[in-house]
């Protein structure tokens, strides 16, 4: 499988087509997230499913688990590849997320986000590392069932150790060189790759590159060659 997801960040739908159309045979799939999702709302995602690309929808749920199971039913027609929900919503909440989703799709649970690091965590009262908040909400993932955590490549190693089949979507991947922006805990594509992950999501790095297609094509090239095999 083709690990790079585009992360198709933008309300405008014409220019999310236009980068789907750009990468579509380069990317293993696209990513729509709130910002897509509040603007465009499902006849948007279907818009960008006709691109035959894997759609991955970063719509985070956090909440009750009726509210989740309902809210994740609702979108279980759409079959979206990947489905995330917040981890700390808990176990029950989890189950439920799982039990609603389409049998095609994998539904992973967000630990710590990967615009956080440690001070972030202690101002929300959250006590350790960010490892060790990513290793406690994998253990409550993996006993609720869903398939998989989101956590930055910083902790895939530990995670992947911690849940061999496991299946891991690492955002907050940068080039080296690259502007970093609101990420704070970043590695690079092939070090999260060689260290477990299952999924790159990859943005602004390719999403505003002066060619797109260009960026996925170099990002490739940086992998090692078995790593690249997938790609
Ligand atoms: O912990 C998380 C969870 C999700 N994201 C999402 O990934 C992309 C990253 O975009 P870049 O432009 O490559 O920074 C974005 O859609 C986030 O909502 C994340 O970054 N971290």
Redesign the pocket.
Known sequence: MNPIFV?L?TPDIHRAVAIARDVRGLAGGV?L?LEFFCANGEEGVLRIAEGELPVFL?LKFHDIPNTVAKAVAALAHLEPAILTVHAAGGREMLAAAKAAASPKTKVVG?TV???LDAADLAAAGISGSPADQVKRLTDLAQQSGIDGI?CSGEEVAAAKKQWPDGFFVV???RPEGADV?D?KRVVTPAQALSDGASVL?????ITGAPNPAQAIRDIAGTLNSSEEARV
């Open positions: 992360a960040d990513k997230g970063d967000v986000l990967t615009s989101v955002p907050g991947v922006g990420q999501v990859i943005g602004r790095p």
